[in-house]
């Protein structure tokens, strides 16, 4: 069994910066392959970022190509999402996911296995 416990979020004002931080229990991180989800009111959860693995394979939703970077450090069982140019349309709740088949990116929520329970971004206009 895996937990994944994210921390990170909060308000920010339009253009400002967050740090998502996605911490992971159990020995078998390093072969995850592991992603970012949001979910808005109202609105389906969709994918953000991902990576398979070691992190050199990533994948980025078109509405943050360019202003988020996910990275892993698979020493600290950890996966980051720095999120930079904040929009108020990124406002939601964050998702980190863990999928067991980590050669590659899975862009399906069913791919994902284990779920965090999700951390709070507010981006003010």
């Known amino acids: 069994q895996v937990q994944l416990v994210e921390s990170g979020g909060g308000l920010v004002q339009a253009g400002g910066s967050l740090r998502l931080s996605c911490a992971a229990s159990g020995r078998t991180f390093s072969s995850f392959a592991m992603a970012w989800f949001r979910q808005a009111p109202g609105k389906e959860r969709e994918i953000v970022a991902a990576?398979?693995?070691?992190?050199?394979?990533?994948y980025y939703a078109d509405s943050v190509k360019g202003r988020f970077t996910i990275s892993r450090d698979n020493t600290k069982n950890t996966v980051y999402l720095q999120m930079n140019s904040l929009k108020p349309e990124d406002t939601a709740v964050y998702y980190c996911?863990?999928?067991?088949?980590?050669?590659?990116?899975?862009?399906?929520?069913?791919?994902?296995?284990?779920w965090g329970q999700g951390t709070q971004v507010t981006v003010s206009s």
């Open positions: 990576n398979n693995w070691s992190g050199r394979m990533t």
């Open positions: 996911a863990a999928a067991q088949s980590g050669s590659a990116w899975h862009l399906a929520t069913m791919e994902y296995r284990f």
